[in-house]
């Protein structure tokens, strides 16, 4: 996303101080701030721009920590960041078709941006490029938390009524990592589909690509996409495919059959139940001996492969080329609203909205070696994987 064209944005809302037939209200203004975080052997810094991610930091099978996920050493770098470097992204994450949908007998236009059709992840000026309120932070704790506050009027970027979000971090001694994500919508419908943005690279953020981690993932289909990354509404099966990661399997070893590298969404296996985790991603670095283990209350998640990282100079100076990080981002389904066979992604005064994941990071044991070899629990049920 280009944010330098959040100024004008701005400045044209202000101007005709209305969309979609929604009064503009005047934002409150925070100043932007760099929280940090540690427990055991676990620290983080986040930042109420774009409710942000800026480090994790965690030992490896030495007990040398390390930094693992992709970004910038200051706040000032994420406002021109065309990256989503850690961001929460929103209101509905990932493409929705031409920027328009219809939702109880009315049409919402909303401002496309990518290549002037569709909107990708929230359109200009959205979640990503928000300053959030700072409502709490716990550091002196077993498990210090920061909690982010955004109020989203009614109309912002098109989207139909007011949303207040909120977003918590916490950190567990165990080396886990808990987010959170909450809305509300005050007065009418609306969609909405959150996504934390974070580049992940367990071999240190500066290491070079991710190709070598293997990855698992508990999910055997995909939903296909047409030839402008929109999907098509149908489901099909990953096993024999290069999207095939019911077993473990190095990242790289298929990527070259796909054009660019891997972004598309899965089926994540398990009880289509809002309240129950489920399993759904194990990645692992064999020269760190990092494993981060993903569990996600949602029913999809996109895996991206950093394809479009170009020669961005990141923490430390480090230049982030193609494949630098992975994003392994649980979600509802893309242009879910154009598909009714898809999960909605539809909130309502009466039906709030939850999501949470957990990262739980440790050293590779012969057990998690053994483990390798075996099927997972999305495999053993792909006889009934069209259930959806």
Known sequence: MDKLCLLLSLLLLGAFGFVNGGKSKEKKVFKVEVIELKTGNISAKFTNYGASVMSIIVPDKNGKPGDIVLGYDSTDAYKNDETYFGNVVGRVANRIRDGRFSLNGKEYQLRPHE????????????????????????????????????????????FPGEVKITVRYLLRPDNRLRVTMKAKAIKQATPLNLVQHTYWNLGNHDSGDILSEELQLFANQITPIDN????????????????????????????????????????I???????????????????????MKLTS????????TGNLLKDVKGKGG??????????????????????PNFPSIIVSPGKPYKHKMQFKFKIASDKDNKSDGKKSDAKKSDKNSDRR
Request: aromatic residues 8%.
């Open 297 to 304: 209350n949602q029913p999809g998640m996109q895996f991206y």
């Open 269 to 291: 296996e398990g009880p289509d139940d809002p309240i129950r985790m489920k399993k759904t991603a194990i990645v692992k670095d064999p020269r760190t001996g990092r494993v």
């Open 115 to 158: 290549n002037g059709k569709h909107l990708l992840h929230g359109g200009h000026g959205a979640l990503a490029d928000a300053i959030w309120e700072v409502k709490k932070v716990k550091k002196d704790v077993a498990d210090p938390t920061v909690l982010f506050s955004y109020d989203s009027p009614d109309g912002e970027e098109g």
């Open 318 to 339: 480090v230049i982030y080329k193609a494949h630098a990080g992975l994003c392994l981002l649980t979600q509802g389904f893309p242009d879910a609203v154009h598909h």
């Open 228 to 267: 402008e990354r929109i999907p098509t509404g149908k489901l099909e099966p990953v096993k024999g495919t290069p999207y095939d990661f019911l077993e473990s399997r190095v990242i790289g070893s298929r990527i070259n059959q796909l054009p660019g590298g891997y972004d598309i969404n899965y089926v």
